[in-house]
């Protein structure tokens, strides 16, 4: 089983460049987020999908926009990286069932530097 | 103030020890609660769900007390390969599964 799978692992950028980090997820799952963590600060949400064609902001959405054409795809985009980007990036998914506590199922992370 | 608060360590223990970690919470609206285990530059992964009445999964145990917004997981009989950061996780009600988490508790198992 894939899983969530996320690409690239490691990526180096030079400020003001843009990219896409990728996160494709093979399990039907409607719930999609990305997730930024930080030393001492723990995982904080980017952004998040409920399924397809609908996006949401997280809690520290500034400088990354995200879409959802597919249930399978969640790309996050950075469209002018900045030294404070430089995180691990982590993909999650879920099912959409609300009633019981499902896992997040996370992707292997990609860790970004922004020099 | 962080809405989900840790001890962030570090707790170093022998093998065979019993380690308790504690965690508290800010908002009362919080309606899930779990623990996420998470290895040295690898992805969380769910250790257990935390429920109302106390819940328990081998050698781990998961209590929950909403009245002093506390969550806590107590380790028996550490192994080496219980060596991880521990996350504590909260789910907001009506919140479409976003969960906040923890800064994490780092735990190391002594042989």
């Known amino acids: 089983n894939a899983g969530v799978t996320q690409t690239p692992k490691f990526q180096v950028l030079k400020t003001g460049q843009s990219m896409t980090l990728q996160c494709a997820q093979d399990?039907?799952?409607?719930?999609m987020s990305w997730y930024r963590q930080d030393p001492g600060m723990g995982l904080r949400l980017i952004h998040y999908s409920v399924g397809a064609g609908i996006t949401d902001q997280g809690e520290v959405p500034n400088g990354y926009n995200v879409s959802r054409s597919t249930t399978e795809d969640f790309p996050l985009r950075l469209l002018s990286a900045a030294p404070s980007q430089t995180s691990v990036y982590f993909c999650?998914?879920?099912?959409?069932?609300?009633?019981?506590?499902?896992?997040?199922?996370f992707g292997d992370g990609t860790r970004l530097s922004i020099l | 103030r962080k809405e989900v608060e840790q001890d962030p360590g570090p707790f170093n223990v022998p093998e065979g020890a019993t380690v308790a970690f504690n965690c508290t919470y800010s908002n009362s609206a919080s309606q899930s609660f779990f623990w996420y285990r998470q290895d040295c530059r690898k992805e969380p992964k769910l250790l257990m769900s935390v429920y109302s009445s106390g819940n328990e999964d081998g050698r781990f145990t998961a209590q929950l007390n909403r009245a002093s917004q506390y969550i806590s997981l107590l380790i028996r009989d550490s192994k080496l390969s219980d060596s991880a950061t521990y996350l504590c996780?909260?789910?907001?009600?009506?919140?479409?599964?976003?969960?906040?988490f923890g800064s994490g508790t780092q735990l190391t198992v002594l042989p």
């Open positions: 999650a998914s879920s099912t959409g069932n609300r009633g019981n506590n499902q896992p997040q199922h």
């Open positions: 996780v909260v789910n907001r009600r009506g919140s479409a599964r976003q969960l906040t």
């Open positions: 399990m039907n799952h409607e719930y």
